[in-house]
């Protein structure tokens, strides 16, 4: 569906708008067309509202896609919905049951017709159904992994322990050259939609400027190691698109979502970034991840100077340990 | 006075162009063709001018205006926020990520521009052509798509700094050289494609000399470590299999406009000439069908060597598209490696039909860059496997596209099982910087050192866990070569003609081999043609318990795939390597898969007798 592309970040949101959206038309539909007295039957009603949720907004407009198991518990939901709905009083409750009591008794060729078919496809469906139930199936396992593990207390990096609490970026400084995350918080780039740099003709705004100085400069020397080293899978736009990505499982991270290092302290990307893959504990699965362990290819000042390319590029914030 | 003169040197240079890039068409007479044009557009109803030179198809397009001072503003903001890391600061593509790309970013000096809807050597449509690459990026490349990511207000203002700041020995807005002569795609009614029309296409890419560059089936493999584009980078000329990885096709892999485009404008820059003057536009829509249909669909059908036939054909043209994701714009990857059964013995080349029972599986690959020497380059991106068992074996095959086959000639100095190639001096591309980006002449070069490596032997292995059965779930052996608690069993196989069983114990360890597996292995078949390697091998699927992958029925058996190009240098950890997948050996039906589902229906059937006899009674009752 290409017309209606799903915005990375905003999907959830999305989601819910459009299916209140769906909800509120059918509503208005539904209403006119009783005033018009051209109601639909309650009993067709909710079997579309139940196909149209579960059958096709879950199933085909959902991407990635969600696993059988989990579309059929929001099937049951909805299906618990469309009950109390038609079941609000007893004169909607009968007209919701009327179509089914009508084919039962078959007072008519069409309902007796419609029963007979029934009463054959029924079983053959539910042989078919089970059959295919029986019938091994071999999808792709679900497994779950821990995208942030616990971090450990300290990390030694090429010959020097870091104390992750009370480590700090040396890069991240402002024009005295003190540690100051309120000023390199001010030169990130905007949070509007593009995320650019705040200004293109102010050097402390704009790394390619050539009197940029100090927090900024490190933030261009960064980008140039991310744009050699980084970018094969973590992407142009450090949205985990990158000309790899499509190659690995897990997929490379995504910086730009809010869940990834915008929830992070600065030290605990160091860490994941020096240590890589292989340095995760279990429950991050190091054996899957292609991670480099960035000690192997990075001196410690260009770790450094990368993690500060990312928050800046992406204009998140590291979070600190208050 | 002026347009008559520059139409005059304009003609003149196309006629040169004919004449040096195409050998041999001028004997097709210039006057044929001519009328041949005049009476398809008058057909056409194009109101064209005097421009005798105008392609079939083409008609007079507009200039652009000039963006205000404050777009162009807005634009570089842009720019040197997103575009500068690879594209560089005067637009030259020498960025700080330019030298580990192949293909390189664009220099925008020269205005010279890939994709366009305007005639060969004419600057592009700035709000078509270059928002497009934008917008949709260059799959195959690093270039991503911007949309989503960039408004297109922002994309607009981005196109109106790179044009105006950054294309320099061009203008759009000079009238004295700068014409545009746009191609009328939405407008020529495409030929269906018919078996028809894709044999005649497939005549036609051979008459056309498509082939030279592009391979007799297409993939890229004729000459393809001898071309470069304008600024002596090497090229390669594209896979017509991998339709995805068209730098033109726009997000929208199997759309044959995008190919009918290319094929009528060219692609500046590099060896690929435009068709427009040489060909109709039903030929060009023959060969554009012919290209779209050998992109890769759900059925692997062997075009013969490009000898369509009216039946290869018919089966080009039924076989369905395959799925792209729309988070990569690549075929949708599925990670479960299927194997099926098959009784007596096992397949001995691909043309036995028992491979129609198996789907064939995509894997993706990309480049080792977890360890050193990474591999940044890699010219194979993607491997299909097959698998089919019998009660003591089990057969793979595997097919890639491979553009040169590379068996080692000379001697080196290290054994097949070590693994720490550095010792002997396998380094990976340095980052560069752009000191000798612009010389490709310079031996230190990336352009030079690119195509000047020691041809190492193409191979192909894949891991499997030992003792997989033992693993406490979710743990795998590391991805890469298995780890110290849980080594793992590798089968690789080289262009040489070895199949060899190791035992893997971690990124940086030896190999340990495994002589008696080694025995038990065999290649049935391993053939590269026409740019693609056929390689199916067998392997027992029980060795020792303690010492190799014991393959069981119905299990989610860990899998992952590594390949070496050798003539991109790929040799020990400089490959390219996949995800884990996992192999399962489907088992025969059981008999309780048909017992069950008829004793669910006919207890159906008594809960429906049962029913319907309450209705009733209730019924009589009431009445």
Not at chain 1, 6 to 25: D, F, K, S
Not at chain 1, 149 to 154: C, D, Y
Not at chain 2, 288 to 314: F, M, P, Q, S, W
Not at chain 2, 363 to 390: C, E
Request: glycine letters at 8%; proline letters at 7%.
């Amino acid at each position: 569906m290409t017309w209606l592309k799903l915005v990375e970040g905003y999907m959830p949101m999305q989601m819910i708008t459009e299916l209140a959206i769906c909800i509120l038309v059918f509503s208005i539909i539904n209403y006119s067309l009783k005033r018009a007295g051209m109601g639909l039957p309650k009993f067709w009603a909710g079997i579309f509202v139940w196909c149209f949720v579960n059958l096709f907004y879950l199933k085909y407009r959902i991407y990635p896609p969600i696993p059988f198991s989990v579309r059929a518990i929001y099937g049951t939901v909805a299906a618990c919905g469309i009950f109390m709905w038609v079941s609000g009083s007893q004169q909607e409750w009968e007209e919701f049951k009327r179509p089914i009591i009508n084919v039962l008794d078959a007072k008519t060729g069409m309902t007796k017709f419609i029963r007979t078919a029934l009463l054959v496809l029924l079983p053959i469906g539910l042989w078919g159904f089970a059959y295919n139930s029986f019938l091994p199936s071999f999808d792709e396992p679900i497994e779950l992994r821990t995208v942030h593990p616990a971090p450990p207390a300290t990390t030694k990096v090429h010959g020097k322990t870091y104390v992750l609490q009370t480590a700090a970026n040396p890069y991240r400084i402002n024009p005295e050259g003190k540690y100051d995350q309120a000023y390199s918080n001010a030169h990130i780039v905007s949070q509007d939609m593009g995320r650019l740099m705040k200004d293109v003709n102010n050097p402390e705004d704009n790394p390619w400027d050539p009197n940029a100085e100090g927090y900024i400069k490190h933030v261009r020397e960064g980008g140039e190691i991310f744009f050699q080293n980084c970018h094969f899978c973590h992407g142009d736009n450090l949205n985990g698109r990158g000309l790899w990505a499509f190659a690995f499982n897990p997929i490379p991270a995504n910086f730009t979502d809010a869940g990834t290092i915008a929830q992070l302290q600065e030290t605990f990307v160091f860490w994941r970034v020096a240590k890589g893959g292989i340095g995760l504990p279990g429950e991050g699965f190091p054996w899957a991840s292609v991670m480099p362990p960035w000690e192997q290819h990075l001196t410690v000042d260009e770790i450094w100077k990368v993690i500060m390319f990312e928050y800046w590029h992406t204009g998140y914030y590291p979070r600190t340990w208050e | 006075m002026n347009e008559i003169q520059f139409d005059t040197g304009h003609f003149e240079k196309r006629m040169v162009m004919n004449e040096t890039t195409t050998p041999g068409y001028g004997r097709r007479g210039l006057g044929a063709w001519l009328l041949s044009c005049g009476l398809l557009m008058a057909g056409l109803g194009f109101t064209t001018t005097s421009h005798a030179e105008m392609a079939e198809g083409f008609a007079e397009g507009s200039r652009p205006a000039p963006p205000s001072a404050e777009q162009v503003e807005a634009g570089k903001r842009v720019y040197f926020t997103k575009c500068v890391w690879c594209h560089g600061v005067e637009g030259a593509g020498d960025g700080p990520g330019a030298d580990r790309l192949w293909p390189r970013p664009r220099n925008f000096n020269a205005g010279t521009f890939k994709i366009r809807h305007t005639a060969s050597g004419e600057l592009p449509l700035i709000d078509v052509d270059l928002f497009q690459t934008v917008t949709h990026g260059l799959p195959g490349s690093a270039m991503p798509s911007w949309e989503g990511i960039l408004t297109e207000g922002q994309r607009r203002d981005v196109l109106a700094f790179v044009t105006t700041e950054l294309v320099k020995d061009r203008s759009w807005q000079d009238t004295e050289f700068e014409e545009f002569h746009v191609l009328q795609l939405e407008k020529i009614e495409p030929i269906p494609p018919t078996a028809e029309s894709v044999k005649r296409g497939s005549e036609l890419v051979k008459e056309m000399k498509c082939i030279e560059c592009h391979g007799l089936e297409g993939r890229g493999d004729g000459n393809p470590f001898n071309l470069n584009d304008d600024w002596g980078f090497s090229i390669q000329p594209a896979d017509w299999h991998k339709c995805w990885n068209f730098r033109g096709s726009r997000q929208d892999a199997y759309n044959v406009k995008n190919i009918f485009r290319t094929f009528s404008t060219g692609v500046s820059g590099t060896p690929m000439p435009s068709f427009a003057d040489n060909t109709t536009i039903e030929d060009r829509w023959h060969i554009a069908n012919y290209v779209n249909h050998l992109c890769e669909r759900d059925k692997d059908v062997d075009i013969a060597g490009g000898n369509v036939t009216d039946e290869i054909a018919a089966e080009l043209i039924a076989a369905k598209p395959r799925g792209i994701d729309p988070l990569t714009d690549k075929p949708k990857v599925d990670f479960v490696v299927p194997s099926k059964y098959v009784e007596g013995d096992l397949p001995a080349d691909e043309h036995d039909e028992r491979w129609d029972l198996v789907e064939r599986r995509i894997v993706a690959m990309g480049g080792q860059i977890t360890h050193k020497p990474r591999n940044f380059v890699t010219r194979i991106d993607d491997v299909w496997i097959q698998s089919l068992y019998n009660d003591t074996h089990i057969s793979f095959m595997f097919r890639w596209d491979d553009r040169t086959k590379s068996v080692q000639e000379d001697e080196v100095d290290w054994e097949p099982y070590e693994v720490n190639l550095g010792d002997y001096g396998i380094e990976e591309q340095p980052p560069g910087g752009s000191m000798f980006a612009d010389d490709p002449e310079h031996p230190e070069s990336i352009a030079a050192k690119q195509n000047a490596y020691q041809v190492y032997n193409d191979g192909l292995a894949f891991q499997l866990p030992i003792k997989w059965q033992e693993l406490p779930a979710p743990r795998k052996p590391r991805y890469f070569w298995g780890d110290e608690g849980f080594p793992v069993d590798i089968v690789k196989w080289t262009a040489d003609g070895e199949l060899k069983a190791y035992q893997g114990a971690g990124w940086d360890v030896d190999f340990e081999d495994r002589d008696d597996f080694t025995e038990e292995l065999k290649v049935v078949k391993a053939e590269w043609n026409h740019g693609r390697w056929t390689v199916i091998m067998t392997r027992p699927l029980k060795g020792d318990y303690e010492e190799d992958a014991y393959i069981e029925l119905g299990k989610y058996i860990p899998i992952n795939f590594f390949v070496w190009d050798g003539h991109n240098g790929d040799v020990g950890r400089k490959m390219a390597v996949s995800a884990f997948y996992y192999l399962v050996l489907e088992p025969p039906i059981e008999k309780e898969t048909y017992i069950y589902p008829t004793l669910a229906a006919i207890g159906l059937v008594l809960v429906e007798g049962w029913i319907l006899t309450r209705r009733a009674n209730r019924r009589k009752g009431k009445v």
